[in-house]
């Protein structure tokens, strides 16, 4: 698996496709230049494009919390459906 880039270095990336295509360079030269794929390229430009660098920090971290509360609240109901079978006497 290759190297991961942060959400600043993505940004940056994209912003130096945007110039070099303004330059005339194709896409698939503008991000051989970056050193990516155009997958890659396309897939970044989907989630980052448009984005600021701190609306792009902003969004990862909410990710974050986003998968923690939702594994707080998977816990809490297997808790919950736990003690229901306690309390029923199938335990």
């Given at each position: 698996m290759g190297k991961r880039s942060t959400p600043e270095k993505?940004?940056?990336?994209?912003?130096?496709?945007?110039v070099r295509l303004a330059r005339?360079?194709?896409?698939?030269q503008a991000v051989r230049a970056i050193g990516v794929t155009e997958?890659?390229?396309?897939?970044w430009r989907k989630e980052y494009g448009g984005l600021q660098v701190g609306q792009a920090k902003r969004m990862k971290?909410?990710?974050?919390?986003n998968a923690r509360l939702r594994r707080a609240v998977?816990?809490?109901t297997l808790d919950n459906q736990i003690l229901q079978e306690v309390?029923?006497?199938?335990?």
């Open positions: 993505i940004i940056a990336k994209l912003r130096e496709v945007e005339g360079e194709t896409t698939g997958q890659t390229y396309y897939r971290e909410m990710e974050k919390e998977s816990d809490l309390v029923r006497g199938k335990f």
